[in-house]
Structure formats: structure tokens, C-alpha cells
């Protein structure tokens, strides 16, 4: 495709497509942004002008795609890739993408995405964002030069252990010593039914409604300012205080807010429904891992294989997904190491992480108010969650490592 506008002596932004004319509204945005100071490219092209911009003076590489191209995602891989290897920023700017397309060019490094059309606003704020982040300095050892994990909880069936699962991880994780600081938070999207100010002895705070309610106002203060800290280590930000339908929120609401959260915490922790909501998908596009929690019975099985059916018919990642066998039978010896084979069998999964029975221990510290290493912390349920934080944390490490 040839360029679509005249070369700028030292373009701000360069935007590729494989037909640009297909995003009108898009080269309506940049030339509103950057004037003429924005360069279009085709896919031919692109790797020559990405070669071409000076990094200290070209501002990020803008890539559209769209759902057709998803036949053929090398060519935008590479371009991820060539940019990010000029220190080049790059924002993806998608048309009904799926998941799996779109967590694959995010892993090839892109740094923000969008969908398109794109409301009225969302390219201007996007790209102040990316300017702040681009501004802050980059130490080796500083979790915070790079973009959190975003680690959902999901119960597979209520009261299998999900939100105490997702608050003692996200305890331990604020916990474990480290050379640099840790910034943690969990966030409740059980928006009906959330328990974590339960468990932390938190009140559920008005300013959660007020940020789910009107998008304009989720940026960087208003969450922060809408999060309580616990234990001067953890950010919470809890379900509304009463109970409201899970529809009050849109897609783009929940991505705004994760989003937000993973640019100003190393981990997000994230408290979901038990049941399956129009913005589940969201949440998993944008997570590390997704720990999904059952318990040895029938009706947990059956909702597993519900909950992988709609994650195929979706063409969801699944590859993201980390099972989760809470309570399991002491040992696993035995009938109880049978039973969680065949279970696991019959499903077609493979468990990644067994718990134990912490007993009356995470009752009593839910009714207290305390996370399990406050008030049990020898309890053999603590000890595995505290595993689990420390192999994360590693492998957030690693990955800041490789990435520098």
C-alpha cells in the first residue's frame, strides 16, 4: 500500500495497516492529535519506515488490525517485534479481534491497545498514558518500569474457596520480601456478592459505585483515590456497598480500570463471580493466569465443563487458565488420588495446583477480619498459597529481567 500522506522531515507517529482507508476514523483522531506530524504505512513498508524513524524523536508506532488479518498475524508480529526492538512504544488499535489474536501481539510486546471504532477522546487519552509511562525511569530491579500481572480468581461454584484464595494471595504477594517494593492490590468484581472487605475487615466504600458508574472519571486519581489500603501493603478495592446487577458495567469500564490498576501495581489481583458475565472475557484477555477454583464433587465438575465449553465456543485462551483443586483429600492417596485423576480425566484438564484444607483455621480468620498469615499462619493452606505468591513473584522477575 502506498503512503497515504506526505512524509513528515521527522514524523511523531507512524500508523501501518494493511489498508488504512479501512480506519477513516482513526486518520480523523491522529490528524487531530499529531497534524501533520503522523506517517501512514502498508505492511510492505513498514519494517523500512520503522528502520527509518528516530527513536529519540518518533513518539510510538500505531498498528491496526483488523478481524481478517488474523489469518495471516506474522507480519504484525514482526512489526511489534521490529519496533519494540528501536525502543519504539506501540499501541494496537483492533477490529473485533479475537482474544487469542489479540493476546498474541500483546505478548509480542505491544504496550496499550484499543478497539476500534474508538470512543470520542480514547486515542488522546491513550497516548498521554503511554507518554507518562515512556517519562518514568526504567531501573533494573524496579517492578515498577514495567506493567503488572493481572491475576483473576474464579470460583467454579460457590463457596469453593475462591475470594479466600484471592485475598491471601494477594496478601502474601504484598508479604514476600524483596530488595524493591512490592505494589499489590485486589480488586472485588463480585459486584453483587463480594466478600473481600469481608475478609479484611473493610468497609465497602460508596466511591467503588461512583467509579462504576461513570467511565469518564476512571482514571489514575479516581481509582486510586476509590481503593483502601490494608495493612499499609495492600490497595483493596472493594465491591460497591450494596448489591447491583452486573450489567451496570460495560466491557470497556472493566478494561479501563485493570488496565489502570496493572500501570500503577506489579500485581492485580482480581476477585471475580462466580457465574460467567459479559465482561469474563475481558478480564482473561488481559490476565497472566487465571486460577479457576473447584472442589472435588459432581456439581463442581459439571460447572467446569460448562465454564471450558463457553471459553471454546468464544475462542477464549484457555492456555491462561490454571486449575485449581482446593480442599483436596489429604495426601492424595489412596481412593482420593483416584478420584481427582478421573475427575480430572473426564474433563479433559490437568490440575496445576492442589490446596489443602486449612479447616476451621480460614473460617475463623475470615470472621476476624484477617488474612491467614495474621491469623493462622502455620495453617498447611497458608503455606501453599505463600508457594504460589513466590513462584509468581518469580516469575515476574524473570520477565522484568528478559524484558531489560
Known amino acids: 500500500m502506498a503512503l497515504l500522506r506526505k512524509k513528515p522531515a521527522t514524523p511523531d507517529a507512524l500508523a501501518i495497516a494493511r489498508e488504512m482507508d479501512q480506519f477513516d476514523l482513526l486518520i480523523e483522531d491522529l490528524d487531530s492529535e499529531y497534524g501533520q506530524g503522523w506517517l501512514g504505512a ?12 528516530d527513536p529519540d524523536a518518533a513518539e510510538c508506532v500505531i498498528l491496526a488490525v483488523q478481524r481478517a488479518d488474523e489469518g495471516e498475524l506474522d507480519p504484525y508480529v514482526g512489526i511489534v517485534t521490529a519496533a519494540k526492538a528501536r525502543g519504539l512504544p506501540v499501541l494496537l488499535v483492533v477490529e473485533e479481534l479475537t482474544a487469542t489474536a489479540l493476546h498474541r501481539l500483546v505478548r509480542a510486546g505491544a504496550d496499550e491497545f484499543t478497539p476500534y471504532p474508538m470512543p470520542e477522546g480514547v486515542l488522546a487519552e491513550t ?38 484464595l484471592a485475598v491471601n494471595l494477594a496478601w502474601e504477594m504484598a ?13 472485588d468484581l463480585n459486584l453483587q456478592f463480594g466478600s473481600v472487605a ?9 466511591a ?56 500503577t501495581h506489579d500485581f492485580v489481583i482480581v476477585d471475580m463471580p462466580s457465574v460467567l458475565v459479559g465482561w469474563t472475557s475481558v478480564v482473561l484477555e488481559m490476565a497472566e493466569t487465571y486460577f479457576a477454583v473447584m472442589e472435588l464433587d459432581m ?6 465443563l460448562r465454564f471450558l465449553r463457553a471459553l ?70 497458608r503455606k501453599e498459597v505463600r508457594k504460589i505468591a513466590g513462584s509468581l513473584a518469580e516469575l515476574a522477575e524473570k520477565q522484568q529481567a528478559d524484558a531489560i
Do not use: W
Open 42 to 53: 502498508g505492511l510492505d513498508d513498514a519494517l523500512t519506515q520503522i528502520a527509518g524513524l
Open 127 to 164: 497516548l498521554e498514558k503511554m507518554r507518562v509511562a515512556s517519562h518514568q525511569p526504567a531501573h533494573v530491579g524496579d517492578m515498577s518500569a514495567r506493567r503488572g500481572m493481572i491475576l483473576p480468581v474464579q470460583g467454579i461454584a460457590g463457596g469453593v474457596g475462591a475470594t479466600t
Open 175 to 187: 508479604q514476600t520480601p524483596r530488595k524493591v517494593s512490592r505494589k499489590v492490590c485486589i480488586i
Open 198 to 206: 469481608t475478609y479484611l475487615d473493610l468497609a465497602r466504600r460508596e
Open 208 to 263: 467503588t459505585m461512583q467509579l462504576l458508574t461513570e467511565p469518564q472519571g476512571q482514571d489514575r486519581t479516581a481509582i486510586g483515590d476509590a481503593m483502601v489500603t490494608y495493612g499499609k501493603k495492600l490497595s483493596v478495592l472493594t465491591a460497591p456497598p450494596d448489591t447491583v446487577p452486573f450489567e451496570i458495567v460495560e466491557n470497556e469500564d472493566i478494561r479501563r480500570i485493570l488496565d489502570v490498576a496493572a500501570t
Open 299 to 304: 456439581r463442581c465438575a459439571q460447572n467446569m
Open 312 to 381: 471454546k465456543a468464544e475462542d477464549l485462551p484457555l492456555e491462561k487458565v490454571q486449575y485449581v483443586m482446593n480442599r483436596a483429600p489429604g495426601g492424595l492417596t489412596g481412593g482420593g488420588k483416584g478420584r481427582v485423576k478421573r475427575m480430572a480425566e473426564s474433563l479433559g484438564i490437568e490440575y496445576n495446583v492442589m490446596l489443602p484444607d486449612g479447616g476451621k483455621a480460614v473460617v475463623n480468620a475470615a470472621d476476624q477480619g484477617v488474612p491467614l498469615a495474621e491469623g493462622a499462619s502455620g495453617n498447611a493452606l
